[in-house]
């Protein structure tokens, strides 16, 4: 993993987005997966949505409630940060992806335990987390299932919700047989392949981890300002495992995740598992207010990260993408994430979102090529419960990643070049009759069955991925002149 | 400078553009949407029932006078015995028969030798088919209906509310809240949807309404 930032914040550093799409496309499996995996919960979350005929106004008010927060975001964290420590938690604050590995390990080490039980959590993927307690000699057991099928592979996530949705299940199989008697109890003899046996298989691993664990390590989904309430939304039960046996807590939130009031949880809590798995609810949602007497742990530390976050809230535009609640809604439909899958993005957060997240949260001279990721189809700013309009914030970004590699060239490139070519041709009619009659004549030579495959010279990269039509024989210009002079002299 | 300093230094830098005297309630949040998906005079319970089955819980209705016999019908079709209980739940209700009733206080491990666990609930939501524990009156603590692989929870007609929105209201959020829709459910292999990873592999619930008198 490397930091190109040079202030703490993880990029893993893969391929830029087109050379790693490239080698995802070549993969047929992982493309069936993916479109039967997205088409299924695009499908389930339609209908489900469409239960509630007010989901409009549902998605307005959730924008409303992130834009009063980020607007007066220093005002909710003090007031999250009292109501935390008045209800008995402990708050940490932490700059960047260092500060916060460097906090949790310090509170891990103050309990003299070596092991954490970890609900799965993109704020703790996003610094590294598992990565720099295994460095300290602390080992980090991810406990939801798909996260628990990612570290035994040594794999990363390919998906928001789903993360293992690039393995089928007898690749999950053969996993779970060779590797989970490294990490603890093993597989069954003669695990076969069927769902319910592989979910029963990790059932029976996990289940001696949380009976002995004593430092649990989350996420947050929200947070109350007003209360001090946290949430955490999930289905197999595995955090509500760790949220309540082991006696200290520790969790990590970006800031950006604080909502104002409990009331707001009302439309968050409607529009999260609809958007997200397409439920009505999610199977098990836990919600606590620091500690409770004889309850679930009797320590809790709230570690609450910027790590890029502030930077991304200085830009008007690009800061709507902290409103994310994470519901991978924008993956499922998007129809590049579709083809690609998580992996190519290089990110924690892949898809549209990802595509506008990470090149804020890194620094777009880091991630220049993700904010291109992107047909700008339109169809993420749809499915957002909380309407962000990623295609705004992504010609935004592209537009950002074009002025910075301008500044830093001394001699334009092709594209320029071609921009600025054009700039002239279009401005001229008589250059653009010109450059139509020899687009027609070199089109038809390049042409096969009226596509063009590959066009020459520095064009080369751009029709690398797509065909071109053939230029008509007769350009618009032409034809309009014969027509309608005949008929004029018709007249 | 302390990391808190810094941070919340870097927030208000990055809001240069909002006004200095703009106050949080400055930023309007339209409140359209309504309060409950149903309509006036929806029988409450029944949509209830309905939707918690739909997430593959099994679901019974019975009046005040046949819930004993309930909970002995639902515990002997799922061949549970030995069963935890709150501190505090109701021995009257509890049927006679076959089954060993281990009330709290219980170690974790002596939870995960037990087959299962009879709760009352702190509110239901018709709309989503949940059931919200709050570790009150009847409920126990977290762990209770967590660790055991069964666990029958009883929501009595008028505490189900209609929407997520009734029922935040109805809530006391410093109190520790779990919402419960079904039983714990995982579809990360091939989003193939398996009940039962580390919760509860069963849930029933027995819906108390006088209006249902019904006996199993």
Sequence with gaps: MSDPAGRGVVWLGSPAFPDAARDALKDTQLRANLKRATSTIRDKRLAVASELDDWEELRTSAAAIKKRTARHLDHYLVQLEESVTAAGGTVHWASDAAEANRIVTELVRATGEREVVKIKSMATQEIGLNEHLADEGITAYETDLAELIVQLGEDRPSHILVPAIHKNRTEIRDLFAAEMGHWGRPAPDGLTDDPAELADAARRHLREKFLTAKVAVSGANFAVADTGTVVVVESEGNGRMCLTLPPTLITVMGIEKVVPTWTDLEVFLQLLPRSSTGERMNPYTSTWTGTTDGDGPAAFHLVLLDNGRTDTLADTVGRQALACIRCSACLNVCPVFERTGGHAYGSVYPGPIGAVLTPQLVGVENAASLPFASTLCGACYDACPVKIDIPEVLAHLRARVVEQARAERRTPTAEALAMKAAATVLGSPALLGVAQRTAAIG?????????????????????????????PAESFRTWWRKNRSQKEGER | MSSREAILGRVRAALADVPVDEIPEDVPVPRNYRRAHTAPGDDLVTLFAERVADYRATVHRTDETGLTDAIAAALTARGV?????PRDFPSALLPSGPWTWHREPLEVPDLDALDGTVTLAA??????????????????????????????????AEQIAADVPDALGLLDPTRPLTFVSGPSATSDIELDRVEGVHGPRTLDVIVVDPTHPEHP
Excluded: K, M
């Design chain 1, 443 to 471: 089109g038809r030579a390049l042409a096969r069955r009226g596509r063009i495959g590959r066009l020459p010279g520095p064009l080369r990269g751009w029709s690398d991925s797509r065909d071109t039509p053939a230029p």
């Design chain 2, 81 to 85: 015995r030995r069963l935890a209980l």
């Design chain 2, 123 to 156: 509110a239901g939501i018709a709309v989503t088919g949940t059931v919200v524990l709050d570790t009150g009156a009847g409920q126990g603590r977290r762990a209770l209906t967590l660790v055991p692989d069964h666990h029958l929870c009883i929501v009595y």
